[in-house]
């Protein structure tokens, strides 16, 4: 009964190793190729009375590293998906029951589907090379564990880790496995693993799963004890008030935990299954598997990236500039394996520069998860200096100096006369349009932007921009550079604000006009949570600073008036003058929007007499939520149209990763579909009359709903 994708080897002692393999796959995945051979190992352990024992293991570097998304996607209906996950769930329930031992030998990754399976085995043990991550990860696509696990791991390590676990999608390692009870043991190599598997079977002829037991209990107490319920009472309101309600999901794995923490594991695996249901038809799961699964992908395997050029790797890097930026960008690229030059004015600004990965990384070494080799090697590969000559060889040099034109003119051009002619410069400006910057470069054919976020060892994304002149191997080589660093690359074309500095300004300056308004501060902060954004408007214009804010406005204005075009000013950008002219310029001075005191901030008192708020005229919070929304969906709509942005992937991704455009709403021109666009255009045409211009719907919306349209909203391939 051996398949390609599942090998079984039976020996003289009875005992079946079944080996999962994926043919035409890096890892293991619950497809039917393979989850419909797993099935048939019940039938095997059930019907032949040779077979004494099973363990299932992996052909891969990974066990299994979790269900098949397609498969997923394809479901229709409460009905279907609660089927398929009680069907997944049958054969895992007969091997426990099958009164034959089952062994699961665990390597590498072992996550959702795989550690379900596992946890469906007898015993567990894990080959401890430092790879082992066990996890139940499926919160990430708003879904819940539907193949047993939030059932039978609050049985192994207890409600409460249970709970956290599952709803942070957080993946342990081999010794935290062990000492939490999720596996029971941990080998040194496989091969010992695989003995000490025939081992553990040939001394336990007919193991009964704890949860089978007369006398099982759940460690630290079932959904009755004292302490369960005391988490389980504050935990679903912490969650609401972190996610605003917008992640069913959460409290749909604490629902199932806690009833299953009423009954027996067969009810249990049930009433799991019904919860899977709500969330796999809940629209913020839709959402997130069409863009942070399917789209991401895509971008990851280079749909934005010109074909027909080789892959390139960078192996020497140059930074000019040693600052906030510079510094982030050494780290990530030296710890990606690149040798870096780090270049400042001053031989200090670059050692300052270097100290930043210094800091990060013993901070690492002392919590363990780092060692002292591993820091000293990462920052062998830093060279900091100030001497332009050490750029020699680099294939790749990252401007990060002060944002002034003269400047990094000056530093282009000296750069580039220690670089040899293939070699790629690259702008890390946050506002100044590349094609611009580009004069400067005796090459503009090379010259590209490389738009990271801060901080940089945090923030995934990267915004490549391409300018006027920009070669399509100049792009290429960008790109294969920032997957090199483990980020993930967009690809926009060059206007002013790009695309993520343009369309995260109109989210910020809604908050403020609001402000101009009388509309209450409270209502405006509150309406960018509840709208799934991670920080605030005001509160973010405090992060960024407001001088930062009027510079770039002013910048603006003069650029624009010197290409003759008519400047539009933003009701909020004189909320942000007037705020900054009082020197309250943001939380670096310790005054804005709020005010700070150590770790402390409140609203600040003053802003009610500046603004006064119109008590008896306050809006819906619906209507601040989309005021906010719709400002920024429709400029990502506007970035399409005109060509700044190339493909939705990008928009949906670059809004999420970028500025933390809601994660539920699938990014910002998902969040259009969602809508429907009929609506969102209908809308749009409302807030348009009641508060400006900027809010009519973008013209390819209004041509794409009078045609039935959508956005691609990531699908299966084939
Ligand atoms: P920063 O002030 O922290 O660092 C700039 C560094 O450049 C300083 O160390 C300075 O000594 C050095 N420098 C100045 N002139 C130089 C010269 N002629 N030669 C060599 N080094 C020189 O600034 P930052 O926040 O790191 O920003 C750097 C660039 O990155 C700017 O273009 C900025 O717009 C852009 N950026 C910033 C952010 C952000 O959040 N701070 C985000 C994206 C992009």
């Not at 100030?386 to 750029?391: E, N, S």
């Not at 609001?514 to 405090?542: F, K, T, W």
């Amino acid at each position: 009964m051996s398949s390609h994708a599942l090998k079984i080897e039976r020996g003289a002692d009875g005992i079946v190793v079944a080996t999962m393999d994926l043919p035409g796959h890096s890892m293991n995945l619950l497809n039917d190729e393979l989850a419909i051979p797993l099935g048939g190992l019940a039938d095997l352990l059930e019907s032949d009375a040779g077979v004494t024992g099973l363990i299932l293991t992996s052909g891969k570097k990974d066990f299994l590293a979790g269900a098949d998304v397609d498969r997923l996607r394809r479901l229709s209906g409460a009905q279907e998906a609660f089927d398929e996950s009680m069907r997944f769930k049958g054969f895992m329930r007969r091997l426990e029951k099958s009164g034959k031992p089952v062994v699961a030998v665990i390597q590498g990754m072992c996550l959702g589907g795989g550690l379900e399976i596992a946890m469906g085995c007898h015993w567990r043990i894990v080959v401890d090379d430092g790879k082992a991550r066990l996890g139940l990860p499926e919160v990430k696509l708003g879904l819940l564990p539907g193949g047993g696990g939030t059932q039978r791991l609050p049985r192994l390590v207890g409600m409460q880790q249970a709970v956290q676990w599952m709803m942070e999608g957080t993946e342990v390692r081999a010794a935290q496995a062990l000492s939490s009870g999720l596996v029971n043991e941990l080998a040194p190599s496989r091969d010992e693993a695989m003995a000490r598997a025939r081992a553990w079977i040939a001394a336990n002829k007919k193991p009964v799963q704890p949860w089978d037991g007369p006398k099982f209990r759940f460690p630290g107490g079932d959904s009755r004890s004292p302490a369960v319920v005391q988490m389980l009472a504050i935990a679903p309101s912490v969650a609401a008030a972190k996610s605003w309600g917008n992640y069913p999901a959460l409290t749909h794995i604490m629902s199932s935990v806690f009833e299953g923490g009423l009954t027996d594991i067969d009810r249990g695996l049930e009433i799991e299954s019904r919860y899977f249901a709500a969330c796999a038809e809940s629209p913020a799961s839709k959402n997130l598997i069409g863009t942070l699964w399917y789209q991401l992908n895509a971008i990851k395997k280079g749909a934005s990236r010109p074909a027909g050029v080789a892959r390139s790797e960078v192996k020497k890097l140059g930074i000019l500039g040693a600052g906030m930026m510079g510094a982030g960008i050494a780290y990530v690229s030296a710890k990606a394996g690149i040798e870096v030059v780090l270049l400042d004015t001053s031989q200090d600004a670059a050692d300052k520069g270097k100290g930043y990965s210094k800091d990060i990384l013993d901070k690492a070494v002392k919590k363990g998860k780092s060692t002292a080799d591993q820091r000293d090697a990462l920052l062998a590969r830093i060279t900091p200096t100030t001497d332009y000559a050490r750029l020699k060889g680099c294939d790749l040099v990252i401007e990060a100096v002060f944002e002034d034109r003269a400047i990094k003119a000056d530093v282009t051009q000296k750069a580039e006369a220690q670089l040899e002619a293939s070699a790629v410069f690259a702008s890390n400006t946050s506002t100044l349009p590349i094609t611009g910057l580009a004069e400067a470069s005796a090459r503009p054919g090379n010259f590209i932007g490389l738009h990271f976020f801060s901080p940089v060892d945090k923030m995934p994304l990267v915004e490549i921009i391409v300018g006027a002149k920009t070669s399509p191997e100049t792009l290429a080589r960008g790109f294969d550079y920032v997957l090199q660093i483990a980020k993930t690359p967009i690809v926009v074309n060059d206007s002013r604000g790009f695309f993520t500095s343009r369309v995260f300004a109109t989210y910020v300056m809604e908050g403020l006009a609001m402000l101009a308004e009388g509309v209450h501060p409270r209502s405006i902060e509150v309406a960018g949570l509840q709208a799934g954004m991670p920080m605030p408007p005001l509160a973010l214009q405090d992060e960024v600073s407001l001088s930062l804010g009027v510079h770039v406005a002013d910048q603006t204005r003069k650029d624009l008036a010197a290409a003759g075009i008519a400047y539009k000013e933003h009701p909020g950008e004189r909320v942000l003058r007037r705020v900054c002219e009082l020197g309250r310029v943001g939380k670096k001075a310790g005054r804005g929007f709020y005010d700070y005191d150590g770790g402390d901030k409140s609203l600040w008192p003053g802003l009610a007499d500046l603004y006064p708020v119109k008590a008896n005229e306050q809006p819906e919070q619906r209507e601040l939520i989309d005021r906010m929304m719709f400002a920024q969906a429709n400029e990502t709509a506007r970035c399409l149209e005109e060509g700044v942005l190339r493909s939705v992937a990008d928009a949906n991704i670059g809004s999420i990763f970028g500025w933390g455009f809601a994660p539920f709403q699938g990014g910002a021109l998902q969040f259009i579909n969602s809508r429907g666009l009929p609506e969102f255009v209908a809308r749009s045409r409302e807030l348009a009359a009641r508060y400006g211009e900027r809010f009519a719907p973008a013209a390819l919306l209004v041509k794409m709903a009078e045609k039935g349209e959508r956005f691609d909203e990531g699908q299966p391939a084939g």
